[in-house]
Each structure stands twice: as C-alpha cells, then as structure tokens.
C-alpha cells in the first residue's frame, strides 16, 4: 500500500510548535547526558519549525561573512563558514535518521515539504559570489597564508566542493543547476518511498504447516508470531525482509514459497503500480545526466568519480572486470555442483535462483558438515555484540558501559558509554537492530552528533549502528545467522571511525572521506567476526553458556571460502549494473527492465543468479549517496584485506604496534589528507589485490 502524503503547511506547523509554551527542543542547548539529542521531548511538529529558523539562521551567518569589508582570512571565511548553521544541523542529523530509522506519514510529508527548501538553501550557499570570491582568493594564494596540513585540507576541499556545486558556473547554468538539484532531491525521496511502500505492502500467509517442510522450528515460531501480530493466528507470515525470507530460501522444501518471496523481494517497486519506481529511475538519470553535463562531464560517471580514489570510470571498469572474471568462472563452477545435487534427486528440474540458497545449505552440510542452524543458538545478539566490544578493547583499548535511562526514539534501541584505554570519553553508541515498518531495509551507520575541536574543547560524537537483524521471539532472545553476524562487525567498523575521530573540523572528520574509501575500517572488523580467538569470546550458546565447539569452529574454518563465486558474482554484477546506469550519456528514457537485462547479458551473468539489487529497489545508487560508488564495496575489500594481511604478518592478530598505526593513521584523520596517504602512511606500500582474491578463494 501507497503510504498517503498528509497536508501539512510550513505555517501550520510553526504555528503548533509555538502553541507548544513556546519551546523547541532545538532551539536551546541540549540539556541531555553526553549532549545526546533530547528524543524524548521532540515532536513532529518541531521539525519544520527548526528546519525554517536553522536555514534563516545560517543566511544570516553567510551573508555575514560574505559581505565582511574585512580581507578574507581562513579565520573569518573557512572556520566562519565551518561554524555556520548549527541549529540546522542539529534538527537534519536527528530529521534524517529517524527518517531511516523511524519513520511515519508524518516524517515522510516533511521530508518532502523540506528537501527543496533544504537544496535551495545550500544552493544560495555555495552560489553566493561575494562568499565564492572570498573563498578563492584565500585558494589563489594558499601556500602563503601558513596553514597547517587540516587547514589547507579544509581549504582546498572546501574550494573544491564549491567548484563541484556550481559556484563557478554562469548565470543561466547556476539558475538551471537549482531547479535540477530540486526536482532530483524530491525524485530520490520518491525512490525510496516507493520501495519502502512496497517492501511493506507484500505478505505471504501460509495456511498449511506441511507447506513449511524443511523450515527450523524457530523460524515458525516467527512467522506465526508476525501472522498473529498481523491479525491472522494460526497461520504463518512472511515478507521481503531479509530477517523473513533468506531463512525460507535456504531450508524450505517447498520450492514455490521459495520463488514466491524471492520475487516479492526481487521485483519491489516493478509492478507498474503507484509504487513502481521505472520512471523515477529514468527521471533521476535524466536530471544527473544533464547536472554532469552542466559541469562539462560526459557522464553522471565521469563527474562523480572525479571526486573518488578511483577518479576516472575507466579505472573502476579495469578494476571490476579483474575481479568479475574469476568470481564469474567460481560462480559457473558453483552452479554445475549445485545442478549435479539437484540432478541427484531425480526431479528433472533445473537449478533457478530461488534454488540456489537451498542446494547451497545442502551442499555446505555435505561438503562440511556445517548446517547454519547449528551455529544460531551461539549467536545470541547480545554477546556477538560484547564480542564486537570485546575485540575493540583488544585492539584499541576502549571500554563501553551501557547507559540507562538515555532519551531514545524508540524502545529497540540501547545506548553505551565509549571510552579510551585511560578513562577519557570517546563518544557515545546507539545500537538499533531489529526491523520493522517505519525502518528501510539493510544496515548502516550515521552520526546524530558530529566529533571536531573548537576553543580548546574536543566535542565527542553520537554515533548510530542501525540493523534489520533477527528479531526476539516468546521465550527465545534473537539468534543471529552468519550473514547478520559479520553485519553486526561490519556497522561497528563504521562506527569505530566516527568514534575515534581526533580532527579540528567537522567537514572532515570521522567518515567524511572519500566514498570508496569509507568502506576500509568497517570491512576489515570483517575479517575478525570468524577468527577462532574472537569467536570463543562471543560464540555462547543462549541457554548452557557453553562456549562454542572447537569442532565447530573448524568447520566454519574450513567453509570460509565456500560459495564465494555466488558471493562475489552478485555483488559485482549490481556494481556493474551501477556503472552502466551511470554512464548513461543522453537524456532520452529508457526502458528499465530492458536496460537492466541488457547489462547483465554484456558481463555475462548466469540466469541461475539474481544480481543482488534490482534497478527498481536499488536505493544504494538511487537514494543514499552510492551513484557510481556501489563498486566502493569491492575496492574497499582490496584494502581490508590487504590491512588485514599487516597483522597476520606479524603473527598476531590483535598486533599493538599495526592496531595504533590504523588507528592513528587511518580511523582518527579522517579526510584530513588523501586516503591514499594515509593508508600509505599506515602500511608502508601499495595494496596488494591478490590478498582479496585467496581470501575469497578465487585464485
């Protein structure tokens, strides 16, 4: 079901806030422990009103520093600016988050009510002449003004983004570059509330429990708890969500259940209904065809990775295709042992993509003894995560404590306490982990408080870890599969980069950086969640508390590399899928499923693999800032897996001198300089691809 857009005015709603005895929780300063943001004392009808009043603040403070009679300093231009808009940024960091988090009729009207004012606000900004000219003497005569090393970074990226955001363009390319940013702001919330819309709208009720042959107990208990919670007892409910459906892919005996929720999922927003997203997608590439364009680029492609550690598409196409080649001979490998079992059966059938996960589990149990179903019981959520904690002590000496009784926007989340080896405040983590109909899908880290040092003072962040992982059920706390466990490793290396961050400025602080190169800190926690010393920390079973088997742990040991073409052929081909999206030349519309088939045919993709994101449901590249930059994931691994290799080189894991580098070099700077440097700086020498390619078993 289409979620209604509710009638909302920007005049109204001020009017409300202000019935409210006049006070707006983001109007005063925060009168929270830690500086968190007061949850519980925001109200929708805050929002807007601090919307509107942080935009009419920050015009103020820009036009302050633009018509200064004074010569421009970096003072009084760059930390000016830098300085600039603090309510607006506290009401968009919580409006945001909870807009993936939490969100409501309410917040989706917002959002749309206030993402063109939002883009019309930052395109007064950086179009503001008398601000741009400031900002470009201070770049024309930078090496004279002795700035240290985050001070010129600051300067030239703030040079640069002005640059990339139309301040030097003319006239009538500035006024059409406006229109362009706000109909695209708008098309990409549609996007996504499209696939969230639809994500929610299907339901598969199953009335028969000899229709679930092969399915675990647990996995019953909850699908008949969300049949019940859905007004339907007695039967068994299963969604798109990924915490519903994966579990049915790889144990159902039932195979059309099997089809049908791998299509429900497969097919969001491409139902030629109110929530089908094809044409959204054709305007969204049309407008960033024509913004690439304005700025001299081919491609939507060409202008966005001028900005990466790739910079030019061709350097990402060379790459992908280097690792796509192996991965895709793997995957054809696969898909033959897996037909073989299936032929086995004497069933004639086929192996098709709603097969594949099934055979997959049967094979790993045969080749392995490993059933995942026999792992779940030691992954109890909360000591995986007291083993992500316990692993960040080992590493870089932090303690978290949990703190009650903090204001939180929903009862799912839990909130801790990080501090350094000597007792000295890091910052503090909110853990949201478990789906429902307000949260979009997938797992992900953002910041509700920004880490920067000002008058002598070093302002620690508020980081978020949000999940979709297994929910609790009547007698049972959630057990996490493997893939939810590395998830878990995965956010929490995010996290640890905004945690740690020791920068002057805000803009270049924490995970700031360079798109492709965000992905390092949390895809190297990766590389940890199944060592055997870290797993023995975590790996409990919920009732005995018996500690993991050593004879389980090896067989997870020795399936490691198992089923990685499937792995990698999937993630590589929606990375292609994206590349090709965005280097799309024209404006002319396209015919999405067509376009779609047409890529996947060109790299050679086998019918028996669905490419991991649909066009239709893509919001990596279509919503959330990874256009042109899915790719990040696998350029990143090439990275992890390389730092990875620094500590097993030292024979220790857990290495204090090759864990402070990192830290040091890589978590606390930042995009204070090139990621390259820095990761030079940490490792001594370029990465080696060959480190992801044995890891993955694709030698």
Known sequence: MKTKLLTISVFALMLTACNQNGKNPFFETYNTPYGVPPFDKIRT????????????????????IAENPEEPTFANTIEAMEYSGETLNKVASVFFNLYSADTNDELEQIAVEVSPLLSEHSDNITMNEKLFARIKTLHEKRDALGLNAEQLRLLEETYRQFIRQGADLDDEKKARLREINKELGL???????????????????????????????????????????????GKWL????????????????????????????????????????????????????????????????????????????????????????????????????????????????????????????????????????????????????????????????????????????????????VTDADGSLIGVLYTDYFPRPGKRAGAWMSNLTDQYVRDGVNHRPVIINVGNFTKPMAGKPSLLTMDEVETMFHEFGHALHGLLSQCTYKSLSGTNVARDFVELPSQLMENWCYEPEVMRTYAKHYETGEIIPDSLIEKIQNARK????????????????????????????VDVNAFEKASLDKMGMIPQIIVRYRSTYFNHIFTTGYAAGYYSYTWAAVLDSDTFEAFRETGNLFNQVV??????????????????????????KQPDPKYLLEKRGLL
């Open 45 to 64: 009808e805050h929002y807007m009103p601090a919307f509107v009043e942080g935009m009419k603040q920050q015009t103020a403070e820009i036009e302050a």
């Open 187 to 233: 098309a990409e919330l549609q996007f996504g509330q499209n696939v969230l819309a639809e994500t929610n709208a299907y339901q598969k009720f199953v009335d028969n429990e000899a229709d679930l042959a092969g399915l675990p107990e647990n996995v019953k208990q909850a699908a008949a708890e969300e049949a019940a919670a859905a007004g339907q007892p």
């Open 238 to 417: 299963f969604t798109p969500k990924q915490s519903s459906y994966i579990p049915v892919l790889q144990y159902a005996e039932n195979r059309d259940l099997r089809r049908d929720l791998l299509m429900a999922y497969t097919t969001r927003a491409n139902h030629d209904n109110e929530n089908d997203n094809k044409a959204v997608i054709n305007r969204i590439m049309q407008l960033r065809v024509e913004r690439a364009q304005l700025f001299g680029f081919d491609t939507p492609a060409a202008y966005i990775l001028d900005d990466t550690m790739a910079k030019t598409p061709k350097a990402v196409n060379d790459f992908l295709a280097s690792v796509w080649t192996p991965a895709l001979k793997c995957a054809k490998a696969e898909a033959a042992e897996l037909q073989k079992l299936m032929d086995a059966e004497g069933k004639g059938e086929k192996l098709e993509p709603w097969d594949w996960w099934f055979y997959a589990e049967k094979l790993r149990k045969q080749k392995y003894d490993l059933n995942e179903e026999d792992l779940k019981p030691y992954f109890q959520l909360e000591n995986v995560r007291a083993g992500v904690f316990g692993l960040a002590n080992k590493l870089y000496g932090l303690q978290f404590r949990q703190l009650d009784d903090m204001p939180v926007y929903n009862p799912d989340v839990e909130v801790f306490e």
């Open 562 to 589: 198992f089923n990685q073409g499937f792995v990698m052929t999937e993630l590589l081909s929606a990375s292609i899928l994206d590349m090709d999206w965005h280097m799309l030349s024209t404006t002319d519309e």
């Open 659 to 684: 864990a402070t580098s990192f830290r040091k070099n890589v978590l606390e700077r930042g995009n204070t300089e090139d990621p390259m440097t820095l990761y030079l700086r940490f490792r001594g």
